[in-house]
């Protein structure tokens, strides 16, 4: 009797092993979709390193000083006299910088400019004060009219607008740091800065040369 209740249990227990169905875990979109977002960032993020971070052998031995990056340079030589080079700065809001070219003769000179007068024609060019979005005050001045006189040990040279507009303010440090016309001449050694109006901005722009036409026309003089 004994036995064959044993055998009647272990029946039953087979039955049930071979009724038991087997359970496949199955993977949701869900989570297919949280497995590959990874992915797809880090080559979002790979393509925006490569967008953002160049390749040294691509960049510049210097850096683009702020006048390279914010202005286009143009160049009047011989402006009204032979030597006498300017440079005028263009910015894209239309204001243009007027200075000393590199290969203006003052710097040719022995100790260059020492001095800078703004005392010029019948007004003091530094007096001139400009207020307000309308500019006022601001006076109108043609191409050739005087800004200042730079003057060195043995002579002196008339700074010229070579831009037809209004004149917004001078650069009135180089009253007592005339040196900063032979140390910087390009970026605090400015003379003025000027406003043309667009019409006359493109007549002047026709007697202007550009970064490569001046460094041809100056090669023999100027120190690259």
């Known amino acids: 009797m004994t036995e064959q209740n044993a055998d009647a249990t272990n029946t039953v227990q087979t039955s049930n092993v071979e009724n038991v169905k087997p359970t496949i875990v199955g993977c949701s979109h869900s989570d297919t979709a949280q497995k590959s977002e990874p992915l797809i960032e880090d080559l979002q993020d790979e393509e925006l390193r490569k967008f953002l971070v160049p390749k040294l052998e691509n960049l510049p031995i210097s850096p683009p000083s702020a006048v390279e990056s914010n202005f286009v340079t143009y160049f009047a030589p011989d402006f009204m006299k032979p030597g006498h080079d300017q440079y005028v700065h263009r910015h894209a809001n239309g204001l243009c910088i007027i200075g000393l070219a590199p290969t203006h003769i003052a710097f040719k000179d022995e100790g260059g400019v020492t001095s800078v007068d703004f005392n010029v024609g019948k007004s ?6 400009v207020s307000g979005k309308r500019k006022k005050n601001a006076q109108h001045f043609e191409s050739n009219t005087a800004l200042c006189k730079a003057c060195t040990k043995d002579a002196s040279y008339i700074v010229r607008c070579c ?12 009253i007592k740091q005339p040196e900063l016309l032979n140390s910087s001449a390009d970026r605090e050694g400015y003379i003025a800065i000027i406003m043309p109006r667009p019409a006359d901005w493109i007549k002047a722009k026709t007697t202007l040369l550009g970064m490569e036409e001046y460094r041809e026309l100056r090669k023999d003089t100027l120190q690259l």
Do not use: T
């Open 163 to 174: 831009v037809k507009g209004s004149l917004l303010e001078v650069n009135d440090r180089l």
């Open 124 to 129: 003091d060019r530094s007096g001139i004060k």
